[in-house]
């Protein structure tokens, strides 16, 4: 069983940034595609951003193309999401989650097996 701890979350203005981490322990987490999700108030989940096990492979949302940054340190067993340019409608509480069967970049949600608690990213106009 895999346990992903966010942390990074917080409040700040528009047009500011943030940077999000996960920590993962329990697995080989190195093996795993990960990626970033988030909700907000009454809506859905929703897929931010995703990396493959080994980091050549990324994918983004359209919203925050240009704008966020998913990376991972695989001897660290950690995640990060850098968010720059941060609007208003950004505001959400993010998870981080892992998939242990897939090997390319997935937005569906079934797809992640373990997810984090979720931090939450405020940011004001």
């Known amino acids: 069983q895999a346990q992903l701890v966010e942390s990074g979350g917080g409040l700040v203005q528009a047009g500011g940034s943030l940077r999000l981490s996960c920590a993962a322990s329990?697995?080989?987490?190195?093996?795993?595609?990960v990626g970033w999700f988030r909700q907000a108030p009454g809506k859905e989940r929703e897929f931010v951003a995703a990396?493959?096990?080994?980091?050549?492979?990324?994918g983004y949302a359209d919203s925050v193309k240009g704008r966020f940054t998913i990376s991972r340190d695989n001897a660290k067993d950690t995640l990060y999401l850098q968010m720059n340019s941060l609007k208003p409608e950004d505001t959400a509480v993010y998870y981080c989650?892992?998939?242990?069967?897939?090997?390319?970049?997935?937005?569906?949600?079934?797809?992640?097996?373990?997810w984090g608690q979720g931090t939450q990213v405020t940011v004001s106009s």
């Open positions: 989650a892992a998939s242990s069967g897939v090997g390319r970049v997935v937005t569906a949600r079934y797809l992640y097996d373990y």
């Open positions: 329990g697995r080989t987490f190195s093996r795993y595609l």
């Open positions: 990396i493959t096990w080994n980091g050549r492979d990324t």
